[in-house]
């Protein structure tokens, strides 16, 4: 049994030990200005030691932590594709995957979203290796760490949609890719933002929310590997050290360059930064929501579950997350629960310290609790 006395001193090494989780807040569909392509880009990594296929088809490993805000409409969050026109090979888009969210069942005022792999060969693949019809639905305003493995020798895609899991219920998979990826695009780019054709074509596919720890490798790696990789802020394995791209685990407006040593910078897209970094569109560092005096978690440390008690003017949704940012847990409750206390077992999840935030409306309020066993 710990001693009461001894709490604050674990909630004060916990936010020491786990600082605040920031990252790139990138701007939604409709924010002004609205014409405004806000991308990180490198151009042409097909010279340099990343083309398509990975390099001599050895494949690339694609690791980021998002946090999606709602929107309607059609999402984005990385491209491998042409920088420019999304059609240019004869009316197709030949050469290009990436994985973002996916409006359900299409259309720009859609707001029910699920996990998607986006290739040339058909479009866009939303169903997981669990089977046919069976997709993940898009939880808005939880971090996410995600995967993106290409295989060169076998040609497929194999999306990671919420590490660390490895259910086949989150994972999708596109293979039989053989008939496209043979021929580079006029402009190729790796892309994390906007879809490079954000201007000229759709108008409104953004990324809408947070992004940071993005770690590219010009490999396939294993999937232990890329477990450790997302797992850590520095390289983890000897594969990941060997076979690093570009890194950058906590990337600013100001300073999105390599921090892996291969010199791999990215840059932004639109060079007028100033119309970029302000009000709505900033693409600042965003700390996660501050805790609410009037949210309430009893008892406080608790062993295996708690009540969550908040005077909601209205339903809400409640969110749990680790001290790594990582979504843990999430359901709704209506005003009258959340007024009288709704119940949170937790008792699945390892001991530690975690983050319990009630959204009501357009409010947010977070609270720290321990589970202790």
């Known amino acids: ?43 042409n990594p ?17 690791i980021w932590k998002y946090m999606p805000r709602q929107q309607a409409g059609y999402y984005v969050t ?3 594709s042409n920088n420019g026109s999304f059609l240019w090979d004869q009316g197709s888009s030949n050469t290009y995957y990436g994985g973002h969210p996916y409006p359900r069942g ?8 699920d996990w998607e792999v986006a290739t040339d060969r058909g479009g866009d693949y939303i169903y997981t290796l669990a089977g046919y019809g069976v997709s993940k639905t898009v939880i808005k305003d939880a971090w996410y760490t995600q995967a993106l493995v290409v295989d060169g020798a076998n040609r497929t895609v194999r999306f990671y949609i919420t590490l660390p899991s490895t259910a086949n219920a989150d994972i999708i998979e596109v293979s039989g890719l053989s008939s496209y990826g043979n021929i580079n695009p006029p402009s190729p780019a790796l892309t ?16 809408s929310g947070l992004l940071r720890h993005i770690k590219i490798f010009n490999k396939k790696l294993s999937q232990a590997d890329i477990l450790a990789e997302a797992a850590s802020e520095n390289l983890a394995t000897s594969e990941g050290t060997a076979n690093v791209w570009y890194m950058n685990i906590n990337p600013t407006p100001s300073d999105i360059t390599d921090k892996s040593g291969k010199g791999h910078h990215f840059a932004w897209a639109n060079s007028n930064r100033a119309s970029l970094w302000t009000g709505s569109t900033s693409a600042e560092q965003e700390p996660r929501p501050v805790s609410s005096p009037a949210l309430r978690v009893w008892p406080n440390p608790f062993k295996s579950s708690a009540t969550i008690v908040f005077p909601a003017p209205s339903s809400g949704r409640v969110s749990v997350f680790n001290l790594r940012g990582e979504w843990v847990d999430a359901f709704v409750a209506d005003r009258e629960s959340l007024t009288r206390g709704v119940s949170w077992n937790a008792k699945s999840l390892p001991a530690g310290v975690y983050l319990i935030r009630v959204e009501t409306g357009r409010l947010k309020h977070t609270v720290k609790a321990l589970l202790h066993r």
């Open 78 to 80: 990385m491209w491998w």
């Open 46 to 62: 097909q010279n340099n030691g990343l083309p398509f296929w990975g390099p001599s088809g050895a494949g690339a490993t694609y």
């Open 106 to 113: 299409g259309g720009g005022s859609t707001t029910v979203h």
């Open 1 to 43: 049994m710990i001693p009461l006395k001894i709490f604050p001193i674990i909630f004060a090494l916990a936010a020491t030990l786990f600082p605040q989780i920031t990252g790139l807040n990138f701007p939604s569909n409709g924010d002004s200005p609205v014409n405004i392509f806000v991308a990180m880009q490198y151009l």
């Open 192 to 207: 994390f933002g906007d879809s490079p054709w954000f201007a000229d074509f759709y108008g409104n596919e953004r990324l």
